[in-house]
């Protein structure tokens, strides 16, 4: 029966290569929320905790990376960032409204979206930090970084999901949104000078590489 082993073999591959391809699968989509969390969240207080889920009614977006709750309470996408929408003299960033439209369209058609709270909680504007999902459950940081209007960000020890930045390496491979535009320009650490402001939530072009 030795002749069987070939073919063993060849089956045997072949399952390891599924595997493998479910396995990358998984890693390339972020969690949903189950049904059950969801039907499960608490309504928005205003007094969120830490690792909660909460329903929203009632939402403004802002831009690509904010919303307004009704009443002063402001929700920052804590796990991304968004080109900035101008202000005053200072004219929008490249895909700013690109961002804000998409971040718009993806919770639009839901009655109710759902918000979990981030363990940092809130940043200097007293913006809650959050990962939003939109009525159906799907990640809303999710649907901003597989266009190319998003860069992901860490905000703690516990850092971004692995899903986000396998979503944002594909984005970039394909020049997707702010990847194909100079702001988003790759450059080597030891180039970057006291001139160069390629980083943190205002990326601009390098002066001088």
């Not at 399952?15 to 189950?34: D, E, H, K, Y």
Request: hydrophobic share 35%; aromatic share 10%.
């Amino acid at each position: 029966m030795s002749w069987i082993k070939p073919g063993f073999k060849v089956i045997r591959y072949i399952g390891c290569i599924t595997l493998c391809l479910q396995a990358s699968l998984a890693s390339a989509n972020c969690p949903l929320l189950s049904d059950k969390t969801m039907v499960a969240a608490l309504s928005w207080n205003g007094i969120p905790k830490v690792g909660q889920v909460y329903k929203i009614n009632n939402w403004h977006v802002q831009d690509g990376d904010s919303i307004r709750l009704q009443g002063s309470d402001r929700l920052r996408i804590g796990l991304i960032n968004t080109p900035e929408i101008g202000h005053s003299s200072r004219p929008d960033q490249a895909f700013a409204k690109q961002a804000k439209q998409h971040l718009n369209k993806l919770l639009k058609d839901y009655p109710s979206v759902y918000v979990k709270l981030l363990p940092q909680k809130q940043d200097r504007y007293g913006r809650w930090l959050s990962q939003i999902y939109d009525g159906a459950g799907l990640s809303a940081e999710q649907g901003l970084v597989e266009q190319g209007l998003a860069y992901v960000i860490s905000m703690n020890a516990q850092g971004a999901p692995e899903c986000l930045w396998h979503q944002e390496s594909i984005a970039r491979n394909d020049g997707q949104g702010l990847w194909g535009h100079p702001s988003s320009k790759v450059v080597n650490a030891n180039y970057i000078d006291k001139n160069c402001c390629c980083f943190y939530s205002n990326p601009r072009y390098c002066q001088g590489l």
